[in-house]
C-alpha cells in the first residue's frame, strides 16, 4: 500500500490514517515524524531542517523530499507507507512523484476525505479537552460528563477553524486536480461514524 492521505482539518483523517496503518501494516508518514526520525539519527538533513524550523522559516522543498527519501528507507517502510499531510504543494507532488518512481514505488491511491465546511467548523468548535485527564469530548456528538473540568482549546477557535480551513483549501486547489488528470485521486464521504468511513474507504481502495 502506497498512499497518500488528503483531509481538511477536523475530517477524521488522523483517526483513518491510524487504521489503514493497522490495516495495512505499513507506517504512517508525516511531515513531524520525518524530522523526528531524522533527527533521532542524527542525518545531515535532519539537522538542516531544524536549523529552518528552529529560525520559524519554512523548510525547503528539496530538504523535504529528503526526509522522504530517507525514512523510506526504513525497514517497516519497505511494505508501503500512508503519507500524511504531505505533499502539500503541486511542486512537492511533482518531487514526489519523481522520487518514488526512481525508487520503483509509485504511488497507487491518493485519497480524499470529503466533510462540508459547515460540519468541518461544527466539529472543531465544539471540542473541549478535560484538563485533569486529557480526554477530548465534543459538546454534541460525545459530551463530557457532569464535573469534568473543560478547556476550549485556541486551535478550536471559530476565527482559528476557518482560517485553517482556508489555508487547507488554497493548498488543495491546485494539488488535487493535479492527482486526478493522473488518475490516482479517490475521494470518500467523511461523514458518520469511524467504522463507516473506514468501510468506505476499504471499498473504494479495493475498486
Known amino acids: 500500500m502506497r498512499l497518500v492521505l488528503v483531509g481538511p482539518p477536523a475530517s477524521g483523517k488522523g483517526t483513518q490514517a491510524d487504521r489503514l496503518t493497522d490495516r495495512f501494516r505499513v507506517p504512517k508518514i508525516s511531515t513531524g515524524d520525518m524530522l523526528r526520525a531524522a533527527r533521532a539519527a542524527g542525518t545531515t538533513l535532519g539537522k538542516e531542517a531544524e536549523t529552518f524550523m528552529t529560525a520559524g522559516k519554512l523548510v525547503p522543498d528539496q530538504v523535504v523530499i529528503g526526509l522522504v527519501d530517507e525514512r523510506l528507507d526504513h525497514d ?79 486551535d478550536d477557535q471559530e476565527e482559528t477553524v476557518k482560517r485553517r480551513l482556508d489555508e487547507y483549501d488554497a493548498m488543495t486547489a491546485a494539488l488535487l486536480p493535479f492527482y486526478e488528470k493522473l488518475g490516482l485521486l479517490r475521494r470518500v464521504d467523511g461523514v458518520g461514524t469511524p467504522d463507516e468511513v473506514t468501510a468506505r474507504i476499504l471499498s473504494e481502495l479495493e475498486r
Do not use: W
Not at 466539529?123 to 478547556?151: M, V, W
Open 76 to 154: 517497516d517502510a519497505k511494505p508501503g507507507f500512508i503519507l500524511d499531510g504531505f505533499p502539500r504543494t503541486v511542486p512537492q507532488a511533482e518531487a514526489l512523484g519523481a522520487l518514488l518512481e526512481k525508487r520503483g514505488t509509485p504511488l497507487q491511491y491518493v485519497l480524499q476525505i470529503d466533510v462540508s465546511r459547515e460540519l468541518l467548523v461544527e466539529r472543531a468548535t465544539l471540542r473541549r479537552i478535560d484538563k485533569r485527564s486529557g480526554q477530548i469530548y465534543h459538546l454534541k456528538y460525545n459530551p463530557p460528563p457532569p464535573g469534568a473540568e473543560l478547556d476550549h482549546r485556541a
